[in-house]
């Protein structure tokens, strides 16, 4: 028995804490989702926490801990600075921004060879992230945002999230609701940066661009961005399903696309809805299908009949 374990755990231990990294990355995006901005900025707060984490561990020695405290507080401050304009655009025009963002980090780590090492990348950084420490935080996290939910500030956020109209109406500060809610996201982000670059060994400016952020934001929405679980489903789903359909390596990116845009359509609420799924609801959605089986017109009566 221990040894199919030991197995088992030498053949996806890269997995399961790939999975464990990419949820953690959820829960930033899924606080930024709770306030209804939709985010492309992740990849570049986690760059920044990967460079920070990296140049000070490699660079100057410094523990494990406090290289990631500085990143994370690295990208905060990033957060913070670009929220205090970008949070005056709305809808697309603020996705655009934090895209912008993420780009202007990545040329940056492209250009400061002398730091980043250019396209090349930062090689030979030492292992120090651990299966634990994601399993901890990740505890801790979703405590911590359980609490902040039902807190005055979380039930704040709720009524901007639905509409920001009544609430700036009643005096509630939408700003700086928001504001601080993007900076605690790119502080996560930043962490996850951290433990990223030092499971890899090896970090560049191409692991932390537009689609980092768009599989960030890709996990909570497919979990659902409602559920307090849903960002782990999602992330589990996203990251293990290439390796699911590794039986068809011509057809994989096609059928994971088809699975990603199946949950989309007929499963509103994520994937966090399935585990609520009763039988009732199951022939509740035949009935309306057979409905509209006969509601359809017969091709064999058409306009000629």
């Given at each position: 028995?221990?040894?199919?374990?030991?197995?088992?755990?030498?053949?996806?231990?890269?997995?399961?804490?790939?999975?464990?990294?990419?949820?953690?990355?959820?829960?930033?995006?899924?606080?930024?989702?709770?306030?209804?901005?939709?985010?492309?900025?992740?990849?570049?707060?986690?760059?920044?926490?990967?460079?920070?984490?990296?140049?000070?561990?490699?660079?100057?020695?410094?523990?494990?801990?406090?290289?990631?405290?500085?990143?994370?507080?690295?990208?905060?401050?990033?957060?913070?600075?670009?929220?205090?304009?970008?949070?005056?655009?709305?809808?697309?025009?603020?996705?655009?921004?934090?895209?912008?963002?993420?780009?202007v980090v990545r040329v940056l780590a492209l250009n400061l060879e002398s730091v980043t090492g250019g396209a090349i990348g930062i090689m030979n950084i030492p292992t120090k992230t651990e299966t634990?420490?994601?399993?901890?935080?990740?505890?801790?996290?979703?405590?911590?945002?359980?609490?902040?939910?039902?807190?005055?500030?979380?039930?704040?956020?709720?009524?901007?999230?639905?509409?920001?109209?009544?609430?700036?109406?009643?005096?509630?500060?939408?700003?700086?609701?928001?504001?601080?809610?993007?900076?605690?996201?790119?502080?996560?982000?930043?962490?996850?940066?951290?433990?990223?670059?030092?499971?890899?060994?090896?970090?560049?400016?191409?692991?932390?661009?537009?689609?980092?952020?768009?599989?960030?934001?890709?996990?909570?929405?497919?979990?659902?961005?409602?559920?307090?679980?849903?960002?782990?489903?999602?992330?589990?789903?996203?990251?293990?399903?290439?390796?699911?359909?590794?039986?068809?390596?011509?057809?994989?990116?096609?059928?994971?696309?088809?699975?990603?845009?199946?949950?989309?359509?007929?499963?509103p609420g994520g994937m966090y809805s399935l585990l609520s799924f009763s039988p009732s609801a199951l022939g509740k959605i035949g009935r309306k299908a057979a409905a509209k089986g006969l509601a359809?017109?017969?091709?064999?009566?058409?306009?000629?009949?």
């Amino acid at each position: 028995m221990m040894e199919a374990l030991s197995q088992f755990w030498a053949s996806y231990s890269n997995l399961i804490n790939l999975c464990l990294l990419n949820a953690f990355i959820a829960y930033g995006v899924f606080l930024a989702l709770s306030a209804n901005m939709f985010t492309l900025g992740t990849g570049g707060f986690m760059s920044l926490g990967a460079y920070t984490s990296v140049l000070l561990t490699m660079g100057s020695d410094a523990p494990f801990v406090v290289a990631l405290v500085a990143g994370g507080l690295v990208s905060a401050c990033a957060a913070l600075l670009i929220g205090a304009p970008v949070l005056r655009l709305r809808g697309d025009y603020f996705m655009l921004a934090t895209f912008a963002f993420t780009e202007v980090v990545r040329v940056l780590a492209l250009n400061l060879e002398s730091v980043t090492g250019g396209a090349i990348g930062i090689m030979n950084i030492p292992t120090k992230t651990e299966t634990w420490h994601y399993i901890a935080l990740l505890v801790v996290l979703i405590v911590l945002i359980r609490l902040f939910r039902r807190s005055h500030f979380g039930l704040a956020v709720a009524a901007i999230k639905s509409d920001d109209v009544v609430p700036q109406a009643v005096g509630i500060d939408v700003f700086r609701y928001r504001l601080s809610i993007f900076t605690v996201s790119g502080f996560i982000a930043g962490l996850a940066g951290g433990f990223a670059a030092h499971m890899n060994y090896f970090i560049a400016p191409g692991d932390f661009g537009l689609a980092r952020s768009i599989d960030a934001l890709a996990f909570p929405i497919l979990g659902g961005v409602n559920a307090l679980l849903g960002p782990i489903l999602g992330a589990v789903f996203t990251t293990t399903l290439p390796e699911v359909l590794r039986f068809s390596s011509q057809l994989r990116e096609i059928l994971m696309g088809a699975l990603i845009i199946g949950v989309v359509l007929y499963l509103p609420g994520g994937m966090y809805s399935l585990l609520s799924f009763s039988p009732s609801a199951l022939g509740k959605i035949g009935r309306k299908a057979a409905a509209k089986g006969l509601a359809a017109p017969n091709p064999a009566h058409g306009d000629g009949a």
